[in-house]
């Protein structure tokens, strides 16, 4: 085990040396069960997302989450919300995305002695 990793991961925050990630290409359609992110908001891919469901959320800003580790922060959006969002007409789209938004909530995390950490504000 290196501590290499975690020392410069240290180093890099307490110096606000952290760089912004630009937001991804767009690519196909992501799988089922795949993740996309938006900002701080996340949402898994159900089955029946059309095609147009996908370019109207990647015309709003929402990419394929593609990289591993993922440690950022999410709210994530209720499924009953993203299953609302792939059954509403195209018209409806928007408010029911702002509903989703209003209903997020901060996915949970564990800390590094792997107890239930609270990051809500982070």
């Known amino acids: 085990m290196s501590l ?7 180093v890099r ?3 606000k040396i952290r760089v912004e990630r630009h937001t991804p290409a767009v690519g196909s359609k992501p799988a ?4 996309i ?15 147009g469901l996908w ?15 993922d440690r950022r922060r999410y709210r994530d959006l209720p ?8 059954d509403c007409s195209s018209e409806q789209r928007s408010r029911v995305l702002e509903a989703a938004i209003a209903n997020a909530v ?14 809500r504000g982070r």
Request: hydrophobic content about 40%; charged content about 25%.
């Open 13 to 15: 925050t307490l110096l």
């Open 37 to 51: 992110f938006c900002g701080d908001l996340r949402m898994t891919v159900q089955a029946g997302m059309s095609d």
């Open 106 to 119: 901060w996915r949970p995390v564990f800390d590094r002695r792997g107890t239930w950490a609270n990051n």
């Open 55 to 69: 370019r109207w959320l990647v015309q709003e800003g929402w990419r394929e989450i593609t990289f591993r580790p």
């Open 79 to 86: 499924a009953t919300f993203v299953t609302q969002l792939i």
């Open 32 to 35: 089922i069960g795949s993740r």
């Open 4 to 10: 290499v990793g975690p020392v410069r991961d240290r």
